[in-house]
């Protein structure tokens, strides 16, 4: 199912994709917990040559939800996230305001509110964070089509190491 939609849809179409994409689906009727998923990556970086530095974390509804709660718990993990439709606990803002973040939601979703996005890009520069975000006008549940077949967000995403490092490639544009 996870296949639908994002970037594993994208790497079926693109072998150059430049990332490894895990993309665990979550069981039915279940919530992923955040040590449940860091066990993951723990494993892929043990099995596989992964930069730690450029870890990238991006899920869409439950996976946006996903998103805010594995990267307020593990902020030291990830170089940048994308939430996509989601929502977050505000209090965590401070958490997070140190990681790079672009946030996306449509302003018509009928599922999760907008108002969930916004709660969060508020509370995120309340804490001082630089977040980016893209509320899409007329849009409804459905945000992460038109997210994931933006070029930029990868290019966005490329340009971060962790611990707040820009990429080579991102210093050359400015």
Known sequence: MVKAHGPPKIVEKRPDFPFIVVSPQCPADAWWRPYELITLLDEIQGKYR??????????????GFGTWELASQYPQRFAAIAPICGGGNPAQARRLKDLPIWV???????????????EM??????????????????????????????????????SHKRGGKKTAAAAETK
């Open 50 to 63: 992964v930069d730690p530095d450029r870890v990238y974390l991006t899920g869409l509804s439950m996976g």
């Open 104 to 118: 996306f939601h449509g302003d018509a979703d009928s599922v999760v509110p907008v108002a969930r996005s916004d």
């Open 121 to 158: 890009v508020e509370a995120l520069k309340k804490a001082g964070a630089d977040v980016k975000y893209t509320r899409y006008e007329g849009i409804n549940h459905d945000s992460w089509t038109k997210t994931y077949a933006n070029e930029e967000l990868y290019e966005w995403l490329l």
